[in-house]
């Protein structure tokens, strides 16, 4: 472990930096398969709300559940990001189903 490594964080864990970070960028962490779940634990460790963290095998599923959890937000922005065998475009065609 380096001098300012937090206790919680493997050398060159991006995961938990990301998770870090999270904090103080997002309301709200969804994740979407069974490796991206190792950001929502690294968030955890680093203190992020349990309660707004939520981890989904599928992308259709993580986007019908932000339409309903963002159904009475306004002025909402929302991050989509993973790498393109995740699929993504269907959680934002989910969440944008009417």
């Not at 001098?3 to 979407?32: C, E, R, S, Y």
């Not at 992308?59 to 019908?64: E, P, V, W």
């Not at 989509?80 to 009417?98: P, V």
């Amino acid at each position: 472990m380096t001098k300012n490594q937090p206790p919680w964080a493997a050398p060159g864990d991006v995961n938990a930096f990301f998770g870090l970070m999270l904090d103080n960028i997002a309301d709200l962490l969804l994740t979407v398969g069974h490796r991206a779940e190792k950001i929502a634990a690294a968030a955890k460790k680093a203190g992020y709300p349990v309660d707004r963290c939520q981890c989904f095998a599928s992308a259709q599923d993580a986007g019908i559940y932000l339409r309903g959890a963002l159904a009475r937000r306004t002025e909402t922005v929302v991050l989509f990001k993973g790498s393109r065998g995740m699929a993504l475009e269907k959680a934002i065609a989910e969440f944008g189903h009417e």
